[in-house]
Antibody, heavy 120, light 107 residues
Framework: QVQLQESGPGLVKPSETLSLTCAVS????????WSWVRQPPGKGLEWIGR???????KYNPSLKSRVVISIDMSKNQLSLKLTSVTAADTAVYYC??????????????WGQGTLVTVSS | DVLMIQSPPSLSASVGDRVTITCRAS??????VNWYQQRLGQAPKLLIY???TLQSGVPSRFSANRSGTDFTLTISGLQPEDFATYYC?????????FGPGTKVDFK
């Protein structure tokens, strides 16, 4: 059974860098795209970006200047870095495995999510 | 960005009811639409992908279809565990975008 587990600091100061990791078990990172999605408290879902196991990335243009997603094949995990954070970046952050086909891409499974609060 | 206009924002229903949620895309997105269920305090769960394909393990009371840029999710015979928020998602173009969600609660 594939499981994803996000981890990282739950509190980040404004202007600093948010750093999260997503540990993947039950599946190799090989062969898939992996995405990050976030959800501010009480609000909807926002796609942050994706990475292919070979390292190709695609980011949401609204966040592109501040986001880096990377993969560590040796640890079977992916990482998210978001720089210059503000209170607007307070959210639950999810990682998800992405499936691709001729009829679209979809996310399954998702990690349980980790809440990151930006506050001084 | 592709805008996913989801309606209604919320609805009240009873166990056994038939419920329909709609997403209209602001432009052509082929069949690149997925539906997710999110229970309170949990991560989203994939229900439908490719506009109409039921994810393995998802009950058959969930169905979905497409008509042009209109996409619908139907729950035929609402069960207690179905009270949740439902999101549509398009993965046709970058950035992938979600609808604002439909909260289904008890009447």
């Amino acid at each position: 059974q594939v499981q994803l587990q996000e981890s990282g600091p739950g509190l980040v100061k404004p202007s600093e860098t948010l750093s999260l990791t997503c540990a993947v078990s039950g599946s190799s990172i090989n062969g898939y795209f992996w995405s990050w999605v976030r959800q501010p408290p009480g609000k909807g879902l926002e796609w942050i970006g994706r990475i292919h196991y070979r390292g190709d990335t695609k980011y949401n243009p609204s966040l592109k200047s501040r986001v880096v997603i990377s993969i560590d094949m040796s640890k079977n995990q992916l990482s998210l870095k978001l720089t210059s954070v503000t209170a607007a970046d307070t959210a639950v952050y999810y990682c998800a495995r992405e499936h691709t086909s001729s009829s679209g891409d979809w996310f399954d499974p998702w990690g349980q999510g980790t809440l990151v609060t930006v506050s001084s | 960005d592709v805008l996913m206009i989801q309606s209604p924002p919320s609805l009240s229903a009873s166990v056994g009811d038939r419920v329909t949620i709609t997403c209209r895309a602001s432009e052509f997105i082929s069949t690149f639409v997925n539906w997710y269920q999110q229970r309170l305090g949990q991560a989203p769960k994939l229900l439908i992908y490719g506009a109409s394909t039921l994810q393995s393990g998802v009950p058959s009371r969930f169905s979905a279809n497409r008509s042009g840029t209109d996409f619908t999710l139907t729950i035929s015979g609402l069960q207690p565990e179905d009270f949740a928020t439902y999101y549509c998602q398009q993965t046709y173009s970058n950035p992938f975008t979600f609808g604002p969600g439909t909260k289904v609660d008890f009447k």
